[in-house]
């Protein structure tokens, strides 16, 4: 099946430093959504991207979708120890049958020290 | 809060056994999904329900199976366990069916198998 890869896979920062995690496919989306997972917690919805191109912010949170519709990044300017989390990417995709499915990328797990 | 409960929040059980998760989606959704999470893993996708009818199949094992009822609930049945099945498992909503629906996840139940 189709794999959605983020990278890093890991990062920790030291507070007030920037921090960006990307996502990429292999295959043109339809739309992608970001979801942040707290330890101990649930994915929550943050945004959904649909057109190419597209940048969309969030108080320090800036997303982008590529131009090709193939890769989203979503960078955190001066993280904050409440960034800490697993940012997920969740790409949306047309099968041959019509039928529209969100796939969830790998994760990227932030650590961030005070 | 979500509005998605899942029940139980813990189990515990034994290799061998068979075990029954339980999820209420918010008011009004009519798509269920259902994820797995092993420690600091990723989402694996497992199965997903609209209105009733099973939409989507993910990397589901032949020995779990799930419905979704006439009141939209959803269970999921794990049978003959292995220790390997220890995770956390989430039950997510939307309204619809496409890849543009935001999902809401619930807490999850976290499965133990010894």
């Known amino acids: 099946g189709q794999q959605v890869m983020q990278i890093p896979q890991y990062q920790h920062v030291q507070e007030g430093e920037d921090f960006t995690t990307y996502c990429n496919s292999s295959?043109?989306?339809?739309?992608i959504q970001w979801y942040k997972q707290r330890p101990g917690g649930h994915p929550v919805f943050l945004i959904q991207?649909?057109?190419?191109?597209e940048v969309k912010k969030q108080k320090r949170l800036t997303f982008q979708f590529g131009e090709a519709k193939k890769n989203s990044s979503l960078h955190i300017t001066a993280t904050q120890t409440t960034d800490v989390g697993t940012y997920f990417c969740?790409?949306?995709?047309?099968?041959?049958?019509?039928?529209?499915?969100?796939?969830f990328g790998t994760g990227t797990r932030l650590l961030v020290s005070p | 809060d979500s509005g998605v409960t899942q029940t139980p929040k813990h189990l515990i059980t034994a290799t061998g056994q068979r075990v029954t998760l339980r999820c209420s989606p918010r008011?009004?959704?009519?798509?269920v999904y259902w994820y797995q999470q092993s420690l600091d893993q990723g989402l694996q996708f497992l199965i997903q329900?609209?209105?009733?009818?099973?939409?989507a199949k993910g990397n589901i094992l032949e020995r779990f199976s799930a419905q979704q009822f006439p009141d939209l609930h959803s269970e999921l049945n794990l049978s003959s366990l292995e220790l390997g099945d220890s995770a956390l498992y989430f039950c997510?909503?939307?309204?619809?069916?496409?890849?543009?629906?935001?999902?809401?996840f619930g807490p999850g139940t976290r499965l133990t198998v010894l």
């Open positions: 997510a909503s939307s309204a619809g069916l496409t890849s543009y629906n935001e999902q809401f």
């Open positions: 295959t043109t989306l339809s739309n």
């Open positions: 991207l649909v057109k190419s191109g």
């Open positions: 969740a790409a949306g995709t047309t099968m041959n049958t019509g039928f529209q499915k969100l796939v």
């Open positions: 008011s009004g959704d009519l798509s």
């Open positions: 329900y609209y209105n009733g009818e099973e939409r």
